[in-house]
């Protein structure tokens, strides 16, 4: 059975989980939730502790997914580099290290499209600058 976790551990997840920690330092965070900023390291060391921090920054990024998404395509399509896309679609559940594909008559002219259709887009994005 897990260990459950004490109300300051929660309260200091809270701090925790909030963007560049709402702007406060690990000592005022464990002034905050009234336990010494060596306590609050001990915890990060934690399993129990990390996965709810964790689980905590997934819940509270949720919303704001349709944003990220948009904002990350932008970028690969700019970049050509999705792997800041990709972490963040792990980090949510949406994408598995597992990836099978079927190509089923071996054409290469799918993938020759696909590559057309991006080159398409990216043409239009330089056009729309």
Do not use: C
């Not at 997840?13 to 009234?34: M, N």
């Amino acid at each position: 059975m897990a260990k459950q976790l004490s109300e300051k551990q929660i309260a200091a997840i809270e701090y925790l989980s909030v963007p560049k920690r709402g702007g406060l330092t690990y000592e005022q965070i464990a002034k905050e939730v009234g336990i010494a900023k060596s306590t609050l390291f001990e915890w990060k060391k934690q399993d129990e502790f990390n996965d709810a921090l964790k689980k905590e920054v997934v819940r509270k990024t949720t919303d704001r997914l349709p944003e990220m998404f948009d904002s990350m395509l932008d970028n690969i399509i700019e970049t050509g580099n999705a792997a800041a896309f990709r972490t963040i679609l792990q980090m949510h559940g949406m994408l598995t290290e597992k990836v099978e594909v079927d190509n089923k008559n071996g054409s290469q002219t799918d993938i020759d499209s696909m590559k057309a259709q991006i080159e398409a887009m990216r043409q239009r994005r330089q056009s729309d600058k």
